[in-house]
């Protein structure tokens, strides 16, 4: 049997390496693409079996259109988010595949560790005593435990950060617009509805999926509803937060700080060295003056289990496909929140088409 062919994009030294390394199990043959991809260079994968695509790689419908045209049956995605796909333009014409649980604890404890760096200014004061600087002046934190953070998404991720927390003696207040009970009971947090998490919240972190009803879901109307000098935490995804919007509020110091591993537009930025070259976003290059926002280049993920577990079960989804015509981590727009509220065919079929 030939050996499956996997144009793979966007990739990094990194993403070879465990690739590669996970890859002596599965035996594909995969072609790596150091650019992303897009519209100019979708020709490419003329050869291939399937494709290999990450956060940054715009799947629309001219993109999906050329992909079927080429024979493409499925996109593998190695995240678990899929906002860059157009879900509906390849409905039932390629698979969309992804990685669900890469490391839920990454991500969480990346979440937690702005927060701590944001409170402590640990990052401020790293640059001090490498300047032989020791003075604390502007240094002054508080004390995490008694204070209460709203986490905005319950999943596996927001759970965990709820968990950590709990353990700094903070109260744990939480959103989801589906609340697990069990959950609540078993980590011990509270659900509310959002005006009292916005209310009664010392730090507002983010862990919900990017959707048309959460896009902008921090904006001037919910910052207004904060506490004064309010600590803003986002791993999630970018446009969870009207960038314009939160400046504004770092400006009038209505909200304390604010810690960033996404950034709205981050795709032509995240990821890549930019360091001998002038920014040309405005905004993005805003919100790098205020010495009260830490952005980190969209790292949550960014551990050695979960790159482990990314590059095993990205492999294992294309494996189960061609092998054994199984889909466990399928998405469409008919099951995902970007689509219709019809049910999706898989519960009755086993595949979304």
């Known amino acids: 049997m030939k050996k499956l062919k996997i144009a793979f994009f ?57 992909l079927y045209d080429n024979g493409i049956t499925l996109i593998a995605l190695r995240s678990a988010g899929y906002n860059n796909v157009d879900l509906r333009a390849v409905f039932g014409r390629i698979h969309v595949v992804r990685v669900p649980d890469y490391s839920p604890n ?22 001090r005593t490498r300047d032989s600087n020791f003075n604390i002046n502007g240094l002054l934190g ?25 353990g700094f003696d903070m109260k744990v207040i939480a959103y989801d617009k589906f609340p697990d009970k069990k959950n609540e009971k078993k980590y011990g947090f509270t659900y509310v509805d959002l005006d009292t998490l916005y209310k009664e919240s010392d730090i507002v972190t983010l862990h919900c999926p990017l959707t048309p009803e959460t896009m902008h879901i921090i904006d001037k109307s919910s910052i207004k509803k904060m506490k004064d000098g309010v600590m803003i935490i986002n791993t999630g995804r970018g446009k969870l937060i009207d960038t314009v919007d939160l400046i504004a509020a770092l400006k009038k110091g209505k909200v304390g700080s604010a810690g960033l591993d996404v950034y709205e537009e981050e795709s032509e930025y995240f990821f890549e060295d930019y360091s001998s070259t002038i920014i040309s976003d405005d905004v993005l290059a805003r919100l790098l003056t205020f010495p009260n926002v830490l952005i980190t280049s969209h790292q949550g993920f960014f551990t050695k289990e979960a790159l482990q577990n990314i590059a095993k079960t990205t492999l294992s989804n294309i494996k189960l496909y061609f092998e054994e015509n199984k889909l466990p981590n399928e998405i469409c727009y008919r099951c995902s929140e ?4 019809v049910p999706c065919r898989k519960e009755r079929t086993g595949s979304c088409f």
């Open 10 to 66: 966007d990739a990094k030294q990194y993403d070879k390496d465990f690739f590669d390394e996970a890859n002596k199990e599965f035996g594909l043959d995969i072609k790596y693409f150091q650019s992303r991809l897009s519209e100019n260079n979708v020709i490419v994968t003329k050869d291939a079996d399937a494709i290999c695509a990450f956060v940054n790689d715009i799947i629309n419908k001219k993109v999906a259109d050329e």
């Open 106 to 127: 990454a991500v969480a404890e990346h979440a937690v560790a702005l927060m701590l760096s944001l409170n402590r200014k640990i990052h401020k004061a790293y640059y």
């Open 142 to 166: 508080f004390d995490m435990a008694g204070k209460t953070v709203g986490i905005i998404g319950t999943g596996k991720i927001g759970v965990l950060v709820s968990k950590i927390l709990s």
């Open 338 to 341: 970007f689509g219709s509220a």
